[in-house]
């Protein structure tokens, strides 16, 4: 400050901070203007502006928001369908971890592939399981028991779908049942097996009502019925025919002449149905293992079951061949029926044990009895 002679007074210290603090604070102010400037120009519609559209998501409310991924879940064709809903943001992503979108997901929006099974996989099953998803108990309930060999946690997850009526976790549990998987060849129990496989061929489980069918016949675990059990593989084609016939795979492009799509039994007119996303992941689980368990251990030879032997020589062999094994009646009718029967003792062999016969006659007896 000058005077009107021209001198100045000494600035007070307290002046001279304080002019410092202004400058300070006007800096400080001219750089949030900047960036909110560039916020601004950077997401127009956040701020409101009359040319852009509302975010009309962040208006709804989270009943509405669960309700849609409650729809999403349920009919979505694979899980890559829900999961990048999840990754949009993260209010999707917290509503999509709702308890009650996870239990309604299908079997279809739970069928994680093999070569794609991670921590975050495992993790995303369990959650959907402990949300009472009946298809995930069973799902990670097979690869607990098969492939990761957790027996106790996996039979546990499948009994709780079992209990919730999901007819493919019931027949799974019989065919442990009836093969004592998980522990000793004394440990089978072919009655449970059979009460176990009724259960799920009155849901109408079609390898359920071929397995009982078969059981009824040999007399396998309970009184042997005939006739009832050929009731039952009736119907078990007249379901796996109904089934076809409703896909979209149907008609196939070309029908062999003189062939009738009732006779599913030949396995030449009606395609294989599609498996089960747990068994898919058992085949490529083991396929990508070389198709082996474990040391000795043996693959169920249908193509479609995957499931592996949990001791040695527990599956059946094929009677005749002995070179393919079953976990099941149902897997060996199958298998005959797609594969098998053409594979099974071939020509070449016929010819062998022809040419064998008459050099075995003419030797004698011993010969003969090798």
Known sequence: METRSGSRYPKLQSEVNGGEGDRKRRRGQVKEYLSGKRRREASPAEEGSGDEEPNFLNQLPDDIVVCILCKLSSSAACPSDLINVLLICKRLNGLGLHPLVLSRAAAKSLAVRAKNWSESAHRFLKQCADAGNLEACFILGMIRFYCLQNRGSGAALMARAAMGSHAAALYSLAVIQFNGSGGSKN????????????????????????????????????????????????????????????????????????????????????????????????????????????????????????????????????????????????????????????????MEQWLLDGAAAPAAAVGGGDAAME
């Open 187 to 346: 440990g089978r129990d072919l009655r449970a097996g059979v009460a176990l496989c009724a259960r799920a061929a009155f849901l109408g489980h079609v390898d359920a009502l071929r397995e009982l069918g078969h059981c009824l016949q040999d007399g396998y675990g309970v009184r042997r019925n005939v006739a009832e059990g050929r009731r039952f593989l009736v119907q078990a084609n007249a379901r796996e025919l109904a089934a076809v016939l409703s896909s979209s795979s149907w008609p196939p492009a070309a029908v062999p002449t003189g062939c009738c799509p009732l006779l599913s039994d030949f396995g030449w007119s009606v395609p294989a149905t599609e498996p089960h996303p747990a068994n898919r992941f058992l085949v490529e689980w083991f396929g990508a293992r070389g198709g082996v368990a474990g040391d000795e251990l043996r693959l169920c030879s249908h193509g479609g079951c995957g499931r592996p032997e949990t001791r040695r020589h527990e599956f059946r062999r094929c009677s005749v061949c002995g070179t393919v094994n079953y976990c099941s009646r149902a897997c060996q009718a199958l298998d005959w029926k797609l594969a098998h029967k053409v594979d099974c003792a071939p």
